[in-house]
């Protein structure tokens, strides 16, 4: 699954990180910046415990279907533990950064 139009995408087409911080901006985005967004923000969920790996596409599927304009995904378990194994080691690498250090991104 990629994301075009995620946080990092919308970066890359060369948005600024205040423009994504803007409510009026925010309300514009694609269903796709939507869905990253919501995706990323369960895995966080499930990472700092505040939810369980086994609820992760009931509550995607449930915020998903509280928005309009946001498209349902097919979500399957072996995709979502793929996705969060490289959540927790891109958690990790940024982790072990020093001060002035980056993380390059390839899309």
Do not use: C
Not at 1 to 26: C, P, T
């Amino acid at each position: 699954m990629s994301f075009y139009r995620g946080f990092y995408g919308n970066i890359q087409a060369g948005m600024s990180i205040a423009e994504l911080n803007d409510k009026e901006v925010i309300k514009g985005l694609p269903g796709e910046s939507w869905l990253a967004e919501i995706m990323t923000r369960n895995l966080q969920a499930i990472a700092s415990g505040a939810a369980k790996a086994e609820e992760y596409i009931e509550l995607v599927s449930w915020e998903i279907s509280t928005m309009n304009g946001v498209e349902a995904v097919a979500l399957h378990r072996g995709n979502i533990e793929r996705m969060f194994e490289r959540y927790l080691a891109y958690i990790k690498q940024w982790k072990k950064m020093a001060e002035g250090e980056v993380m390059v991104l390839e899309f």
